[in-house]
């Protein structure tokens, strides 16, 4: 990852109870940058689920791992406000083209956090780097005035956005 | 019965063959586990129908979410009906993106859940 003087970095350990201290710190984060409280939501809630799959699949229960957490304040080409959001494991590595949401025709638990990151967010990107683990990087701007808060798939990433590995 | 340890159960009302489920909190990862295993033991009870008051509970996530498929599922197998009622626009939103609002039985009011 590329160090930024203004990103907001948070190191946790894998345990479930983490995960609403960091939902209220992107909640909070998100307010500072002019999201509507629909769009805070939809970001603290698409990162819980990053976290809860990298302590679920990635460390398989470990409570005691570390996560790596790095938020910082972009923009698109279009000029919306988003926040782009770094994920960092130690854990398993998957190959990222088996990494996907599940047909929803049919009812039954598991396999739905994948598919709200991607509803949610407006990129997303999982890389294996070199040095074992993995990486999730995604962007989430600040929704169009139509109360929609789901990802804008048409927006090109943001600028000068570090490459996915 | 009311605080359920860590279950987010906050109290347990049996009218007849209703059982009605007061949750409270947030049904993430951490707290997930322990709902699973208080509305399974209650589903144990064959209640034909659980309604769930969802009131104050402020978020779910996908591990809550499946939660209540499994128990969703268990309540289906001996035809009995699971019910929600209170849930605010962030609950609902989740249900809504993992299309659960096709199959969940979702009310506005305990008056309409007792009815559904």
Known sequence: MIPNKDAVELNIKSHSSHLPVVRGAVERMADVEGFKEQDAHALAWAIDEALANVIKHGYEGRPDQPIHIRLEAVQSPGG????????????????????????????????????????????????????????????????????????????APAKGRSQSR | MTHDGDSLVKDIRRDGDRTLVVLYGDVDLHHSPDLHAALVGITGERPRRLMLDMSDVPYIDSSGVGTFVEVFRRVNAYKGKMIFFGLNDRVRSVFEITKLDKFFTICDSEAQAAEA
């Open chain 1, 80 to 155: 919306r406000r988003g926040i782009a959001v770094a994920v960092r494991d130690r854990g398993r590595q998957v190959d990222p083209s088996t990494i996907r949401g599940r047909d929803l025709d049919e009812i039954r638990p598991g396999g739905l956090g994948v598919h709200i990151i991607r509803s949610v967010m407006d990129d997303v990107s999982y890389t294996c780097p070199d040095d074992g683990g993995m990486l999730l990087e995604m962007i989430k701007y600040v929704s169009k005035d139509d109360g929609d808060t789901t990802g804008d798939k048409a927006e």
